[in-house]
Every structure is written in structure tokens, then in C-alpha cells.
Nanobody, 124 residues
Framework: EVLLVESGGGLVQAGKSLRLSCAAS????????IGWFRQAPGKEREGVSC????????VYADSVKGRFTISSDNAKNTVYLQMNSLRPEDTAVYYC?????????????????WGQGTQVTVSA
């Protein structure tokens, strides 16, 4: 069974940091790209970042470039999203997902397996 489990969300003040984790199981980790998405209340789901596991290529949304960093620990089948200098507008439920296309993409239609999400709330 394919499982993606997010953790690390919480409530923080603006300017602080959080690190989200996405623990993957049930598939060959290296064969996929893993993306992070977020969805705020009343808004569409948007891509945040994506990482191709086998060669480390990354892509970021313009809104998070320079503040967020995606990485992986392949021995642990885990992808991380380090979020620094958080802003109230980063408040959302954050999801990780996998795509079989070995490309760094943030098109949600290309992702077939999703985690349950973790809430990130940034207070002003």
C-alpha cells in the first residue's frame, strides 16, 4: 500500500521556521518525484515545491523561493520542507504527493498519491 504521511505542522509566529516531513512507504522511493502543495481556506490547491528523488532536481513557487527548501533523506524514504521566514499568507494545509513522472513539476494533475495533510498556521 502506498502511504505518504505528513508531519511537523503547527502554529508559529511570523518570521519563525517549521520543518515538515513526508514519510513515504509502499513504493520504490527513488523512482518518483515528491511534491509539496498547500491549500488555504477558500483557495485552490497550489504547488509549493517538488524534488526528483534520484537526481535532486528541485522547483519552487515564486512565493516561497529563498525561504523554503525541499530535501530528502533517501535512507529514511522521507522528504522535508524547511520553511523559514514564515508569513501569515503561508497559512494552509500542506500536503505531500508523488508523481511517477521523474520531473520537477508542480502540476497537481500529475500527482496520483497524496498524504492526509498537516496544518500550518502563521500568526502575525
Amino acid at each position: 500500500e502506498v502511504l505518504l504521511v505528513e508531519s511537523g505542522g503547527g502554529l508559529v509566529q511570523a518570521g519563525k521556521s517549521l520543518r515538515l516531513s513526508c514519510a513515504a512507504s509502499g513504493f520504490t522511493f527513488d523512482d518518483y518525484a515528491i511534491g509539496w502543495f498547500r491549500q488555504a481556506p477558500g483557495k485552490e490547491r497550489e504547488g509549493v515545491s517538488c524534488l526528483t528523488i534520484n537526481n535532486g532536481r528541485t522547483v519552487y513557487a515564486d512565493s516561497v523561493k529563498g525561504r523554503f527548501t525541499i530535501s530528502s533523506d533517501n535512507a529514511k524514504n522521507t522528504v522535508y520542507l524547511q520553511m523559514n521566514s514564515l508569513r501569515p499568507e503561508d497559512t494552509a494545509v500542506y500536503y505531500c504527493a508523488r508523481t511517477p513522472f521523474n520531473i520537477e513539476t508542480m502540476d497537481p494533475s500529475l500527482f496520483g498519491s497524496w498524504g492526509q495533510g498537516t496544518q500550518v498556521t502563521v500568526s502575525a
